[in-house]
Each structure stands twice: as structure tokens, then as C-alpha cells.
């Protein structure tokens, strides 16, 4: 009788490589890509609402502030240098109209 077992051992390690060096690494950037596209539009929708609730000129503290803690609630965490470029990012795209 012939033992196969080599060889579906051989072709099951063949297919585990193909997994681990090729799909995992597609799926991790599709993925990457599409929280970036989220974190982009809760920070848009955090610095609308923020615009909203806090009228007048020179409450851009209270806004920042306002805006990390609603990233925060929705289970966002990023470093300080980030956030501010992706809230000055939202703030010129709304004062400029072209806020999605």
C-alpha cells in the first residue's frame, strides 16, 4: 500500500505558507486602509459637531478637546501629533467647503 502522508503534509505546509506570506498580509492592509477611512470621517464628524457646540472665536482648546474625547468614545486612541493633523486637516477642508 502507498502512503500518501508525505504528500498531503507537503501540499498542507504548501498552503499554510501561501496563507501566512501572501492573503494575511492583503487582509491587513485592506484593513489598515479601511480604519484610516473611518478615522477619517468620525474626526470630520467629531470637528462638525464640535464647530456646532462651541460658537465664537478663541475655543479652539475646547473644541480639540471635545473632538479627542469623541474619537475616545468611539474607541479611537492616537498620538497627539496625529490627531492634530487630522482635526487641522477637517477644520480647513469644512472652512474651505470641501468637507465631505
Known amino acids: ?8 503534509e507537503a501540499i498542507l505546509g504548501l498552503l ?3 496563507i501566512t506570506a501572501i492573503i494575511v498580509p492583503y487582509i491587513k492592509s485592506r484593513t489598515t486602509a479601511e480604519q484610516q477611512a473611518q478615522i477619517d470621517d468620525w474626526v470630520k464628524i467629531g470637528v462638525t459637531a464640535a464647530e456646532q457646540v462651541f460658537t465664537g472665536a478663541g475655543r479652539g482648546d475646547e473644541k ?3 473632538v479627542i474625547d469623541f474619537l475616545k468614545k468611539h474607541g479611537y486612541i492616537l498620538d497627539d501629533e496625529r ?3 487630522l482635526i487641522e486637516s477637517a477644520v480647513f477642508e469644512m472652512k474651505n467647503g470641501i468637507l465631505e
Open 83 to 85: 490627531i492634530d493633523a
Open 1 to 8: 500500500m502507498f502512503d500518501i502522508t508525505p504528500i498531503i
Open 16 to 18: 499554510a505558507a501561501i
Open 64 to 66: 480639540k478637546a471635545y
